[in-house]
């Protein structure tokens, strides 16, 4: 008998690579190109050391006031914590207690088997049918709770408001997470929905639209039962999550809408420039309603490609996994880096013809 017999044993999530070198064109985890507001860097030279004496705000009220005054509900219907990635994970534990599976997509983001299998519940993956859409047949059975993201991801694919209130209202014995990580950039939030349905859970992240990935911060939003749940859980976890820099930069964040707004619809119009681009040189994609694109090439394999990128210094995600082998993630960046993209690619393309 071994020590090791008693150990929760693990296969971790694998992120995207963060290369030491800062002389790349980095379009694989899908960071904002751009800076996070300038109220945020402002309230970085203001604070003072001093400050950090004392434990944060475990409550993190002030940012929490910030993000209901600007998505309206109530405070009481959020809870926040470090990046998305901590908020679903406190979801998981918290409301996925059940012999029924635990149901997700089959290509979908892939630290949610990573919980599953670290917190011990049972879970089965529904295939996207051909064009990566979600079947909304396969989430009427019986369940243990849904999770998925809208726009999904690594596709970028949207699904409908409408779809998956449909999903919801057929499953109100079972908790529903939507991962709006990537809903700026196109689609419709569902968070009007926590009104309606106690069991819908919003799950929303700074890391991308506000430009603040290092900072981590994510929020989610539901009825006052399911947070009050949520927060439960927390608390017998780890109180002091979000530090106080966070919660503070966090604000300033939140408060300047015009500059959200300005960031979102220029990461739209380098995706859109891009997707017309990428199909001249022979690429196929989904529709990406995110900031990131899901192609493949007609002749050159995605494996090949990923490889010749990043020999020159271009970082995109690839997965040599079932159904998205032949394909490539390329996170939006500034028009600039998109260019050096394409010249890139119509070259390397080029050679391969000869
Ligand atoms: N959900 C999805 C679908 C994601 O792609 C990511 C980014 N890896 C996250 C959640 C987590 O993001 P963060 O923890 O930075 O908020």
Redesign the pocket.
Known sequence: MSWENNVRKVEPYV??EQPKNHDIIKLN??ECPYQPAPGVARKAREMQCDDLRLYPDMNAEKLVNALSDYYHVKPSQLFVG???????AMAFMTFFNSDKPVLFPDI??S?YDVWAELYRIPYKRCPLNEDFRIRKEDYLSPNGGIIF?NP???TGVLESADMIEEIIKANRDVVVII?E??IDFGGESVMPLIEKYDNLLV?Q????SRAM?GM???FAAGSEKLIGYLKDAKFSFNSYTLNMPAIEMGVEAVKDDGYFKEIVNKIIKTREKTKKELKELGFTFTDSKSNFLFASHESVPASELFQALKDNGIYVRYWNKPRINNRLRITIGTDEQMEKLILFLKEYLKKQEK
């Not at 470090?82 to 679903?88: A, I, K």
């Not at 992240?205 to 991308?208: D, N, V």
């Open positions: 992120a995207g985890t899908n470090v990046g998305s990635d901590d908020v679903l979908t983001y630290f993201p999904n991801a690594p991962d990580a990537y799950v992240t700074f890391s991308k990935a981590r911060i994510g």
